[in-house]
């Protein structure tokens, strides 16, 4: 029976992805790939809720065992959520076939 994997996207403000994989290491995950983005939030979703929004930021894409995806999840949140100066929102989608993970010989 093969593992479910799911993909967690964290979006964070510039200069605080080391937090997010910081985090997510200390629950499991084993690494993740980064790339630079620049937000388009209006000045009326800043006022909404209420931030200052950065336009530079980071997404870092992580695949993990779906059993962890929830406390990595949390992880993030209590690190970079939106109320810390990281501003991160974080996201999870399943994952259907993956290669390249675990055992080398595994297909799937």
């Given at each position: ?7 967690i996207f ?10 997010v ?5 200390a629950i499991g995950?084993t690494?993740?790939t980064i790339?630079?983005?620049?937000g388009?939030?209006?000045?009326e ?10 336009s530079?930021k980071?997404?870092v894409?992580?695949?993990v065992d779906?059993?962890?995806k929830?406390?990595?999840l949390?992880a993030?949140?209590?690190k970079?959520g939106l109320?810390?100066?990281?501003q ?9 076939d993956?290669?390249?993970l675990g055992n080398?010989n595994?297909k799937?």
């Amino acid at each position: 029976m093969s593992k479910s994997y799911e993909m967690i996207f964290a979006i964070v403000n510039t200069g605080y992805t080391e937090e997010v994989m910081d985090a997510v290491k200390a629950i499991g995950a084993t690494g993740g790939t980064i790339i630079n983005a620049r937000g388009t939030a209006s000045h009326e979703a800043e006022k909404f809720f209420g931030i200052s929004i950065s336009s530079e930021k980071e997404i870092v894409m992580i695949i993990v065992d779906k059993a962890i995806k929830n406390d990595v999840l949390k992880a993030i949140y209590e690190k970079v959520g939106l109320s810390s100066p990281g501003q991160g929102i974080a996201f999870s989608v399943p994952v259907d076939d993956a290669v390249g993970l675990g055992n080398p010989n595994n297909k799937k």
